[in-house]
Nanobody
Framework: QVHLVESGGGSVQAGGSLRLSCAAS?????RAWFRQAPGKEREAVAAIDVRFNNPYYSDSVEGRFTISHDSAKTVYLRMNDLKPEDTAMYYC?????????????????WGQGTQVTVSS
């Protein structure tokens, strides 16, 4: 199983930016970011297959967030124009068994998460 470590979370004011990083212990190709706010289900944010460089985004972050990679081990999530509703624990995931890259049930390996807090 691939070990994932997220970093880069923090507290910012609305309109600010953050960049999250997800380092993997091995080479994997299908990578995704999810988030979970208190009392809510974990939801997809962005995903990519690094072999094809084909990003997918949820409607709520399209145009504000960018998923990228610099290798098959490290994936980033650049978050611009942050809103209070973006406040959540952000998790990266990998070892996806197929189907939609934005489906959380298809991922085997998860990181511990990094907290993002956006104040108004």
């Amino acid at each position: 199983q691939v070990h994932l470590v997220e970093s880069g979370g923090g507290s910012v004011q609305a309109g600010g930016s953050l960049r999250l990083s997800c380092a993997a212990s091995g080479y994997t190709y299908r990578r995704a970011w999810f988030r979970q706010a208190p009392g809510k289900e974990r939801e997809a944010v962005a995903a990519i297959d690094v072999r094809f460089n084909n990003p997918y985004y949820s409607d709520s972050v399209e145009g504000r967030f960018t998923i990228s990679h610099d290798s098959a081990k490290t994936v980033y999530l650049r978050m611009n124009d942050l809103k209070p509703e973006d406040t959540a624990m952000y998790y990266c995931a990998t070892e996806q068994r197929g189907g939609s890259l934005l489906d959380k049930t298809t991922y085997k390996s998860w990181g511990q998460g990094t907290q993002v807090t956006v104040s108004s």
